[in-house]
């Protein structure tokens, strides 16, 4: 069983940054398709960010594009999702997610992801 545990988020201004992680408790990531998606209240859970294994492809949400950067850290069984010029429409709950790791790419399929952290909040204010 892989666990997931996001941090980072955390209370911002508009124009700010915050930087996520997502680690997970082995390794795990060379063979996995990672993403972070998001749920606002009242709106169903979105797609954000994914990475493939070996970091050879990364997929955005076109409202995070150029803002967003998602990258990983097979080290460290780490993966980073740095957000800046941030926006109030940002705010929501982050979570990370990993895929089943057979070498297939998850990118914005939310039902090709396996394995969910708990989430961490993020809250932009203007």
């Known amino acids: 069983q892989v666990q997931l545990v996001e941090s980072g988020g955390g209370s911002v201004q508009a124009g700010g940054s915050l930087r996520l992680s997502c680690a997970a408790s082995r390794r795990t990531f060379s063979r996995s398709t990672m993403g972070w998606f998001r749920q606002a209240p009242g709106k169903e859970r979105e797609f954000v960010a994914a990475i493939s294994y070996y970091a050879t492809r990364t997929s955005y949400a076109d409202s995070v594009k150029g803002r967003f950067t998602i990258s990983g850290d097979n080290a460290e069984n780490t993966v980073y999702l740095q957000m800046n010029s941030l926006k109030p429409e940002d705010t929501a709950v982050y979570y990370c997610?990993?895929?089943?790791?057979?070498?297939?790419?998850?990118?914005?399929?939310?039902?090709?992801?396996?394995?969910w952290g708990q989430g961490t909040q993020v809250t932009v204010s203007s």
């Open positions: 997610a990993k895929d089943r790791g057979d070498f297939s790419w998850g990118g914005s399929d939310q039902s090709k992801y396996v394995y």
